[in-house]
């Protein structure tokens, strides 16, 4: 029987352990209810696990039915939620206003914990599992506080994979891409002073406006003048502050400005932090203001390594067949701070398909809801990885 098909038995009591936790979102390093949730049920099973692990962070340890190689395998799962207001009106909806599951990693986790109950019930590998509960992955770097918290000292994964769901794909469907999977997340600021005075009298200010204006429009021909067109970068000015709606006639003497930049390569990364601090100065100079940048590298790239990559793709066909796997899905330029871990261990981050972008309904939507027809088959494939990378003897 494959893992999933095991796993369907138990999918009403999983899809109530979802729809719990998406009631209860908690942001990162704040998930004390969720690791509890987590901690209840693998003690239930009597599941050996490890907490405060990166702070709130959980490790389960599953032992096979033997570990004649010393194999070791870590899944990984995100626990925290996004500060964002609930549009939903389901019984299951946040109940904590500014906060809610946008991004799935309320099925995330009932997924691992599935895969743990059906590891810990089979034992149909030879090595260890460590199922890794991780806090903080919306822009936290809770995975890489996990990885200075002695993570993988305390816990020595050979690999490491991790499973994101992607309403993109329709429900039954896997996706791996080869190479880089998601991109790098770079914050900005850009901080403009000037003088302010009277809007009837704009001779005697420096208008910070008017320069914020100047550097939004420039910054986009970053993009399109210095990337190669066979190369993906993206600038995004995303929040602009400045003067007070109130004051029709006031020119300020600040004005802020804040977004994003995602790139693949170290290189073309390099290149627009250059090229942006010279033009945001630039643009201040001309104008008499002054104008400075805070270039903040939060998430470097995922970048799946190619073996592991090819095993992921490899493991899911046999799970749900060939047509069902899509082995070159599109990088996306959203980001993972799964990347730490893929930059200290080998492995692959994979996608699975719940459906839900047709309807104009993607991650980080205010009316995103995980789809809990897909739980057996997210636990089930997790569990898989974890099967094929360390099988029994024959």
């Not at 080869?178 to 901080?191: F, L, N, Q, S």
């Not at 643009?283 to 008499?288: E, K, L, P």
């Not at 993607?362 to 789809?371: G, I």
């Given at each position: ?106 099925g995330h986790t009932t997924m691992l914990l ?38 993988f000292e305390r816990f020595p994964a050979g ?158 066909e046999r799970l749900v067949g060939a047509e ?71």
């Open positions: 029987m494959k893992p999933d098909e095991y796993i369907r038995r138990w999918h009403d009591e999983f899809t109530i352990i979802r729809r719990d936790l998406h009631a209860h979102p908690e942001l990162g390093f704040e998930e004390h209810r969720t690791a509890r949730v987590v901690q209840e049920n693998l003690a239930r099973l009597g599941v050996e696990h490890h907490t405060g692990i990166g702070k709130t962070g959980i490790v389960a340890v599953i032992p096979g039915r033997s570990n004649s190689r010393g194999r070791s395998v870590g899944l990984r799962a995100d626990m925290d939620a996004l500060p964002l207001l609930e549009e939903n009106e389901f019984a299951h909806k946040s109940r904590y206003e500014g906060r809610m599951h946008g991004c799935g990693h309320d599935a895969a743990a109950r059906y590891l810990h019930e089979t034992r149909n590998f030879d090595g260890t599992a460590y199922l890794i509960f991780q806090p903080g992955e919306e822009g936290y770097a809770g995975a890489k506080a996990m990885i200075d918290d002695g993570l690999q490491v994979f991790a499973l994101h769901n992607w309403p993109g794909l329709p429900p039954g469907r896997i996706g791996i891409t080869p190479g880089y999977a998601m991109a790098a997340a770079d914050r900005i600021e850009i901080t403009i002073d000037g003088r302010g005075g009277h809007g009837a009298h704009p001779h005697t200010v420096i208008d910070p406006v008017l320069v914020a204006g100047h550097i939004i429009t420039a910054a986009q021909s970053i993009v399109s003048r210095n990337v190669s067109p066979i190369d993906t970068a993206v600038v995004s000015l995303c929040a602009m502050q400045a003067g007070h709606p109130g004051a029709m006639s006031v020119v300020p003497s600040h004005a802020k400005l804040v977004g994003t930049v995602r790139t693949f390569k170290p290189a073309t990364q390099d290149m627009i932090e250059k090229r942006l601090t010279a033009l945001v100065q630039s643009i201040g100079d001309a104008f008499g203001a002054v104008a400075t940048l805070k270039y903040e590298r939060v998430y470097p790239a995922t970048l799946n390594h190619d073996r592991e990559a090819m095993f992921a793709a490899d493991v899911a069902n796997v899509v082995r070159n899905l599109d990088p996306s330029m959203g980001s993972e701070d799964f990347s730490f871990m893929l930059q200290v261990k080998p492995g692959a981050f994979a996608r699975l398909g719940q459906g839900g972008a047709e309807g104009g309904c993607f991650l980080h939507n205010s009316q995103y809801d995980f789809n809990d027809a897909v739980i057996p088959l997210g636990a089930g494939y997790l569990a898989a990885l974890a099967e094929s990378a360390m099988p029994l003897a024959k």
